[in-house]
């Protein structure tokens, strides 16, 4: 961090990016950038109305059963 106790871009970038691979596993975090880059938007419109009012270990649980439900369906 700098000297004068403000976290630099890259280092909220990197924190971040390890927080959603914790979060969500790797795949699942790359999804997450990709779907988010696609488009402009208001990140914090979004995250008031657009995701349900659930903390980010909810979320991230939500995501992983998703993930496992998928990855277990036969595929056609």
Same mark, same amino acid.
């Given at each position: 961090?700098?000297?004068?106790?403000? @976290?630099?871009? @890259?280092?909220?970038?990197?924190?971040?990016?390890?927080?959603?691979? &914790?979060?969500?596993?790797?795949?699942?975090?790359?999804?997450?950038?990709? #779907?988010?880059?696609?488009?402009?938007?208001?990140? @914090?419109?979004?995250?008031?109305?657009?995701?349900?009012?659930? #903390?980010? &270990?909810?979320?991230?649980?939500?995501?992983?059963?998703? #993930?496992?439900?998928?990855?277990t369906k036969p595929s056609a």
């Open positions: 961090m700098l000297g004068t106790g403000m @976290t630099t871009e @890259t280092e909220i970038r990197l924190r971040g990016m390890r927080a959603l691979i &914790e979060a969500l596993g790797l795949v699942e975090a790359e999804r997450f950038v990709v #779907s988010i880059n696609r488009e402009r938007f208001d990140y @914090t419109t979004w995250r008031q109305k657009g995701l349900p009012d659930l #903390s980010i &270990e909810q979320i991230a649980a939500c995501a992983n059963q998703l #993930s496992a439900d998928l990855d």
